[in-house]
């Protein structure tokens, strides 16, 4: 929902950076690598019970998954890439709720269960959606240049990375946050559905 507000407050530190990254041999893709591996520690960090340091891991992923994008857009963009990016910030975002249940399974395990469960929703009817988008040659740059079709949605990125750092603020409420959150993400899913019902009957 706010990805696309946030879009020109982000772009210019994270293209200021990536003109100084270009100027080096490292690539976008080994930035995306470099993220997911921070993420993957934080869900490490998260299930030890070192709660504010998987929150500072969390930030360091996003930081490195925007620069990823904005690198790949000034070196030229690969279709590689952008799949690649996408599937580690998928795997990235399910880590995190099994991360909590991993370090309090009797008290996080359903909830964590139910927000897998719902990223499926949101994810499914995502990436769906860019399949058909594609299909049909919808375009949109509302939330900068990508890969492909980016639709949005009441828990797009921004919403779920605030998410992330509630729960690490609160772990003890870890279980409502998460139901709470995971039916959002059903709203999302329900959303996204009623879009393509209009766009592609």
Same mark, same amino acid.
């Given at each position: ?29 080994? =930035?995306?690598?470099?993220?997911? *591996?921070? #993420? /993957?520690?934080? &869900?490490?960090?998260?299930?030890? %019970?070192?709660?504010? +340091? @998987?929150?500072?891991? =969390?930030?360091?992923?996003?930081? *490195?998954? #925007? /620069?990823?994008? &904005?690198?790949?857009?000034?070196? %030229?963009?690969?279709? +590689? @890439? ?120």
């Amino acid at each position: 929902m706010f990805d696309a507000l946030l879009r020109p407050i982000i772009d210019k530190p994270l293209n200021s950076t990536a003109r100084q990254i270009v100027k080096t041999n490292l690539s976008a893709n080994a =930035i995306t690598w470099g993220g997911f *591996f921070i #993420g /993957l520690g934080a &869900a490490l960090s998260i299930a030890q %019970g070192s709660f504010l +340091f @998987g929150l500072i891991l =969390i930030a360091t992923n996003r930081i *490195f998954d #925007g /620069l990823d994008g &904005a690198v790949a857009r000034l070196r %030229g963009p690969t279709d +590689f @890439g952008g799949y690649l990016d996408i599937v580690l910030d998928f795997l990235f975002y399910s880590s995190i709720p099994f991360a909590f249940v991993v370090y309090d399974q009797s008290i996080n395990g359903f909830a964590g269960a139910f927000l897998i469960f719902s990223f499926m929703g949101t994810g499914s009817s995502f990436l769906a959606y860019a399949i058909m988008a594609e299909k049909h040659k919808v375009t949109t740059d509302i939330r900068g240049r990508k890969s492909f079709y980016y639709l949005g949605g009441l828990t797009e990125g921004t919403e779920t990375i605030a998410a992330f750092f509630v729960f690490c603020l609160w772990p003890e409420q870890f279980y409502w946050l998460a139901l709470l959150f995971g039916t959002l993400c059903w709203v999302t899913t329900s959303i996204r559905i009623l879009a393509a019902k209009n766009s592609f009957s």
